[in-house]
Each structure stands twice: as structure tokens, then as C-alpha cells.
């Protein structure tokens, strides 16, 4: 499930490749307009910054990009824009890129929710991912920001490993994290329209189902605190239950949610406001508030010789290969080094090979006939250690074991070199065929792409 929880698992990072970097010469930036909205209200007088993830170390301060010269206003935290009555900003092009592959994010604090005249929610904060500067920059003159609870929950769950505070989203700036910054925002668009700030019901590419119920739900949880005075106003109130006297406004209540899911479901849930502002929600208390893409659609016409899931294991679409889906932690890796096909049937193109996801994961899949019969191919490539007994690890489907002590070297023979693993598996009562990498001996379990037929 495409987490992408993200509930990032702390994996071993390493750098297997340099990350594509932009230039380290400042971009100048183009006027940006969006709107702010706490529910159904709008919010005026927020203070709008615009903010690009440091690299002084994962969850270290961010950036302020904005010129306090041309806004005129600023504090400790940088140089900010007003929301008018509407909720509606307007940010100038008076702003720089650090440079164009630095991660940018839209954060709204305070302002009036619909309160009365003169008053102001101080526990108020919603934020949306924005991607890379460039790609910010290129769509600048048609894009609306959204600035919501939804863009709030989805950017803050997919975010998580990399945020300790509401001005503080940062990598540690090595390769193997800046890549992992990238991809991170990258997939919060899959899961939000950020030009609405509403949940999406599946992928832009239709390849998989957002779990829009429980992001709504989630944002009602924030929207009951975001739709009051705040915490100072009530020791018992939303806010109050919401933050739990660890967390200072709604977005750092968010990040804490996102990195214990299952803590606090039931008392959470009972703050959806009866008039619940972002619809379809839960029904019921879930088990945890995970986030993850889940059940790729799978084609319609696929006969018993074909492969109904083909996914590209931590990168992108590559040939019949969906982008990378279906799965719930870990992190990914890549490699521009060429990796040997020889020796495998029916190899997978060798961009699959070149990425992974590692660390303690899973995949799952559904949609398919319960305790119907598939054949499952898992692809590797030993992309980093270059000797066996250097990476060692388990991996189970449904449940039952089908790779115990796996060596990806001594099995292909070598490092960069693809290997195919295949076994017959049943899907579930439910329909479902899950994967899970691990436990691991040595260093992390990892994979390169997953076909089932």
C-alpha cells in the first residue's frame, strides 16, 4: 500500500547513486495565489509562508523563501503573506529557489475560521506540499494552492520522517535522503488535489484507490480544532483532546497521528464534528489512520497467461510496469549502474532493477477470486554490497514463508545482476495477496519488482 503512510520505516540509508540535483544557483521565483480553508469556512488573516526543507539534518528547521522587503511583514519565523476575507493569497515572485530540486511546502497559521470579528485560532495550521521549486515554478501561472486540513493530513502523513515541527522539514542533504525527500512530496499529489485541496478517490493515473475515507476523517478530526478559538480557550475542547499537550497547533497534532497510527483511534475518531465538513468518512473507528494506496485496478481482460500486477518496486512506470504501489513502509533506492539480465527468463527491463524498496515492508494486492491460485515473480538485484552474506533476509506471501535467509548475491551469482524468484500463492479469503520483506539477519530486506499472474 502506496504509503505511502508513510510511516517511513527508519531504515539503514545509503547512497547508492548521486540524486539528480538542480542547480545550486537561486531561481527566481513566480506569483503564486491559492486559498486557505479551515472546513467549510474560509480563513482570513492567516500568515502564508512559503517554506523549502532544509538539509541541515532530518527534521531540522526549514526555509523561509519570501522577501520580508516586499511583503512587509515578517517574525521569527520568516517574512509572510496576509490571507484576505476570503482566505484567498496572493504570493509575489519576489521569493528564490535555493535551488530547483529543493522541496517546497505552502504553511497557513492562525487567522479567523469564522469566528467573530476580531478573533483568531492560534492553534490553526495547515499546510500543503508543494514538490520541487521547478515544478512549482513551471505550473505557477494555472495552479491554485489548496491550503486544507485534507492537504494538511496527506502532506504531513507522507512527510512524517522528515518533519519534527511545523517550521522544521528537512533531509540531512546525502543522496540517499534527498531522494527520499523527493519521493516523499511526489507522492502527496497522488493522494490530494491540491488545486481543490480535496482527497482524491484514486491516483491521477487511475492505477490505484486513495483511501479518501479515512483522509476526510481525518481532516474533520483537525477541522473541529481548526474551527475554534484553540487550545486557550478551553482546557477540555477539540483542540485540546486534539494536541494532548504534546503538540502546539494542528499540524504538529497531525505528525504526531502520523507517527503513532494506532494510538488514540477511538478518542480521535469522536472528535468528527456530527456536520462532518469533508465527506465520504469512516463509519466507524478504524484500526489505525494509516495512509496507503491499496488495491491497484487491475485490467478487466487479463487472461491466465497474463500478469494482472506488474509493479516497479520503488521508482516509476517503466514499460508494462506500474509506479510503484501497493505498499505500506520502507523507503526507496536507485542506481544509474547497468545490471546483467542474462540468465533470467522473461527478465524485467533493467530500469526495474535499478530501483528498490528496502527496509522492514509490505506489499499487498487485491481484487483478486478468494483462494484462487497465482504465480508470484519477485525480482532483485544487489544494487549496493558487492559479496554474499552481506544482506540476508526473509520474505513471506500471506503469511507463510517462501524466502528464508535470502542472499541476493549468492543466489544471481553476483552483485548488479537481476534474479527471479517465483512461487504459486493463493489469495486470501479476502481476495488479497500480501508481501512482506523480513525479518532481516543482515543489513535490509529489499525488492525490485513484483509481478502476479
Not at 532544509?54 to 527534521?59: E, V
Not at 476575507?85 to 511546502?105: R, S, W
Request: proline fraction near 7%.
Amino acid at each position: 500500500m502506496l504509503v505511502l503512510s508513510l510511516l517511513l520505516l527508519l531504515g539503514g540509508c545509503r547512497s547508492l547513486a548521486p540524486a539528480t540535483s538542480g542547480s545550486g544557483v537561486a531561481t527566481a521565483g513566480k506569483p503564486l495565489r491559492g486559498g486557505v480553508h479551515g472546513g467549510s469556512q474560509p480563513v482570513a488573516g492567516a500568515h502564508i509562508y512559503l517554506l523549502a526543507a532544509g538539509t541541515g539534518g532530518i527534521g531540522s528547521a526549514s526555509v523561509s523563501l519570501l522577501d520580508p522587503a516586499s511583503t512587509g511583514t515578517s517574525d521569527g519565523h520568516g517574512a509572510y503573506v496576509v490571507s484576505d476575507a476570503n482566505g484567498a493569497f496572493t504570493i509575489t515572485g519576489d521569493y528564490q529557489c535555493p535551488q530547483a530540486d529543493a522541496m517546497v511546502y505552502v504553511l497557513a497559521t492562525g487567522g479567523n475560521p469564522g469566528l467573530g470579528p476580531g478573533q483568531a485560532n492560534p492553534d490553526l495550521a495547515l499546510m500543503t506540499g508543494m514538490g520541487s521549486c521547478q515544478a512549482m515554478l513551471a505550473n505557477a501561472a494555472t495552479i491554485n494552492i489548496g491550503v486544507t486540513e485534507v492537504t494538511t493530513a496527506v502532506t504531513v502523513n507522507q512527510i512524517s520522517r522528515y518533519m519534527s515541527g511545523t517550521f522544521r522539514v528537512a533531509s540531512d542533504g546525502s543522496a540517499a535522503e534527498v531522494q527520499g525527500i523527493a519521493a516523499a512530496f511526489a507522492s502527496i499529489p497522488q493522494m490530494v488535489d491540491i488545486s481543490t485541496g480535496m482527497a482524491r478517490t484514486t491516483t491521477p493515473d487511475g492505477s490505484a484507490t486513495v483511501p479518501a475515507s479515512t483522509i476526510n476523517s481525518l481532516a474533520d478530526i483537525l477541522a473541529s480544532c481548526v474551527n475554534s478559538a484553540g487550545s486557550a480557550s478551553s482546557s477540555n475542547g477539540p483542540c485540546s483532546q486534539l494536541e494532548q499537550g504534546t503538540a502546539s497547533d494542528t499540524a504538529e497534532a497531525m505528525l504526531n497521528i502520523a507517527n503513532n497510527p494506532s494510538q488514540d483511534v477511538g478518542s480521535l475518531f469522536d472528535l468528527v464534528p456530527a456536520a462532518s465538513p469533508y465527506q465520504p468518512t469512516l463509519s466507524a473507528p478504524p484500526t489505525d489512520f494509516t495512509l496507503s494506496l491499496s488495491d491497484p485496478v487491475l485490467p478487466t481482460n487479463c487472461s491466465p497467461n497474463c500478469f494482472a500486477v506488474q509493479v516497479n518496486a520503488g521508482g516509476p512506470a517503466v514499460g508494462p510496469y506500474a509506479a510503484d504501489v501497493g505498499f505500506s513502509g520502507g523507503w526507496v533506492a536507485s542506481t544509474s549502474a547497468p545490471i546483467a539480465l542474462d540468465g533470467v527468463p522473461d527478465p524485467a527491463p533493467m530500469e526495474v532493477y535499478q530501483t528498490e524498496r528496502y527496509g522492514d515492508c509490505s506489499y499487498s494486492f487485491g481484487n483478486f477470486v478468494p483462494g484462487s491460485a497465482h504465480l508470484v515473480r519477485l525480482h532483485f538485484s544487489e544494487n549496493y554490497w558487492t559479496s554474499s552474506g552481506q544482506r540476508i533476509f526473509s520474505v513471506s506471501i500471506n503469511g507463510t514463508p517462501v524466502l528464508r535467509n535470502f542472499d541476493i548475491v549468492a543466489q544471481a551469482g553476483g552483485p548488479l545482476r537481476a534474479l527471479v524468484q517465483t512461487f504459486v500463492v493463493s489469495a486470501d479469503n479476502q481476495g488479497g495477496i500480501s508481501i512482506l520483506l523480513g525479518p532481516t539477519v543482515l543489513d535490509e530486506p529489499k525488492v525490485d519488482g513484483i509481478e502476479i499472474e
